[in-house]
T-cell receptor
Framework: DTGVSQDPRHKITKRGQNVTFRCDPI?????LYWYRQTLGQGPEFLTYFQNEAQLEKSRLLSDRFSAERPKGSFSTLEIQRTEQGDSAMYLCASSLGMGGDVLDEQFFGPGTRLTVL | AQKITQTQPGMFVQEKEAVTLDCTYDTSDQSYGLFWYKQPSSGEMIFLIY??????QNATEGRYSLNFQKARKSANLVISASQLGDSAMYFC?????????????FGKGTHLIIQP
């Protein structure tokens, strides 16, 4: 399977715990994006990477959220001290990363569904 | 103000009929892209079609076409000859080229149900 993969697909945690999600992009893709989707809403952009550089992180929801892409391949999204309001689907997407091309198509993974009890 | 507005929360359509899903957008950028994604109940976002702001012809991909009216800032999705498998959430999204964040901005979606 050469699509975007995410792990785990489902995560149930207790409030206050830390969680980490992993995303493996399509192999030749330079850009990687994280989105959050709450029930009944469209995805909300959080952050993105061009190779290993995080080029936008002002949209991260709070300082409890952080993301890394250490070698420009897979990425992790960590949420510290989870709250019930963090319950959502977390989507990862990747693209070739054609600089300045607004039509640089993003391919999405299946998502990680987080439930905070 | 909402950057992407989808005014139809839900639609019921008879199988084999054509369906139009509405999308209006708001941007001051000259260069931008408009996208439509399908999200079945399984949750994965499936890319359908896109249109660049400088494209003069409407985009088409199989049964999907994008009715782009730049002056009205609308980018409606038209699905011809609808099928039962078209039942899903449909999201309109925009990517602006003004040097800001490169993420997509999505609307709230339209839940399309195709009836036999």
């Amino acid at each position: 399977d050469t699509g975007v993969s995410q792990d785990p697909r489902h995560k149930i945690t207790k409030r206050g715990q830390n969680v980490t999600f992993r995303c493996d992009p399509i192999s030749e893709h330079n850009r990687l994006y994280w989105y959050r989707q709450t029930l009944g809403q469209g995805p909300e952009f959080l952050t993105y990477f061009q190779n290993e550089a995080q080029l936008e992180k002002s949209r991260l929801l709070s300082d409890r959220f952080s993301a890394e892409r250490p070698k420009g391949s897979f990425s992790t999204l960590e949420i510290q001290r989870t709250e019930q309001g963090d319950s959502a689907m977390y989507l990862c997407a990747s693209s070739l990363g054609m600089g300045g091309d607004v039509l640089d198509e993003q391919f999405f993974g299946p998502g990680t569904r987080l439930t905070v009890l | 103000a909402q950057k992407i507005t989808q005014t139809q929360p839900g639609m019921f359509v008879q199988e084999k009929e054509a369906v139009t899903l509405d999308c209006t957008y708001d941007t001051s950028d000259q260069s931008y892209g408009l996208f439509w994604y399908k999200q079945p109940s399984s949750g994965e976002m499936i890319f359908l079609i896109y249109q660049g702001s400088y494209d003069e012809q409407n985009a088409t991909e199989g049964r999907y076409s994008l009715n782009f009216q730049k002056a009205r800032k609308s980018a409606n999705l038209v699905i011809s000859a609808s099928q039962l498998g078209d039942s899903a959430m449909y999201f309109c999204a925009m990517r602006e080229g003004g040097g800001g964040a490169d993420g997509l901005t999505f609307g709230k979606g339209t839940h399309l149900i195709i009836q036999p």
